[in-house]
């Protein structure tokens, strides 16, 4: 079993839309991060959190220490958001959620 | 500037071949990361590396070698190529290690036939 689960692996959306993508891990950890990574394969750090909420733009990531459990939420979805998103979390090693590639249709 | 930069950003070889992919990070950062990205998209990390501490992920064969001539530089030498080692190498690095954000690479392709 892997340390960190991401839910859904897919998702289609229509712009617009609210999104939810999220993340269980089973492992103490330091910190938890949502990277991006495009189409064409770069990968973007999007939050690093160790407790709480951060807010940027139309993102927003919340974590659930208690819970072990991470959210990723895109606001007025567009079609450039299609991504894939992935949870990693630090403790000591990095541990990678599979991803969820997510499509906005316009 | 690119913050992180990787050479090549291809790479076909051919098996039992031995190879190099360089990582340079203009970001002043301390601690470097060589992750590997297999056909499924699945992250994982080889290395991390700062001045003090190597960290290897015990998963990786001892063929990769993390070699590091000064901070700003982390280069990836891999011996005797095999089929299955064809994935996508990223660099990343962070100011410290672990509870800190991460800046990566383009990513370098390779392809071993």
């Known amino acids: 079993k892997n340390e960190v689960e991401q839910s859904p692996q897919n998702l289609t959306a229509q712009e617009g839309e609210f999104i939810t993508i999220n993340c269980s891990y089973s492992?103490?950890?330091?910190?938890l991060h949502w990277l991006q990574q495009h189409p064409g394969g770069g990968i973007v750090s999007l939050f690093m959190l160790s407790s709480g909420k951060k807010k940027h733009g139309r993102l927003i990531a919340t974590i659930n220490i208690q819970e072990k459990h991470s959210s990723l939420h895109i606001t007025a979805s567009h079609p450039r958001d299609s991504a894939v998103y992935i949870c990693?979390?630090?403790?000591?090693?990095?541990?990678f959620g599979t991803g969820t590639s997510l499509t906005v249709i316009p | 500037d690119t913050a992180v930069s990787q050479t090549p950003k291809y790479l076909v070889t051919q098996m039992g071949n031995d190879k190099s992919i360089k990582c340079e990070q203009n970001l002043g950062h301390d601690t470097m990361y060589w992750y590997k990205q297999d056909s499924k998209k699945f992250l994982k990390i080889m290395f991390s590396?700062?001045?003090?501490?190597?960290?290897i992920n015990e998963t990786v064969p001892n063929r990769f070698s993390p070699k590091s001539p000064d901070k700003a530089h982390l280069n990836l030498h891999i011996n005797s190529l095999e089929l299955g080692d064809s994935a996508v190498y990223f660099c990343a690095s962070s100011p410290g290690q672990g509870k800190e954000t991460q800046y990566f690479g383009p990513g370098t392709r390779l392809l071993v036939l």
């Open positions: 590396y700062n001045n003090k501490e190597l960290i």
């Open positions: 492992v103490g950890i330091s910190a």
């Open positions: 990693a979390v630090s403790y000591g090693q990095f541990y």
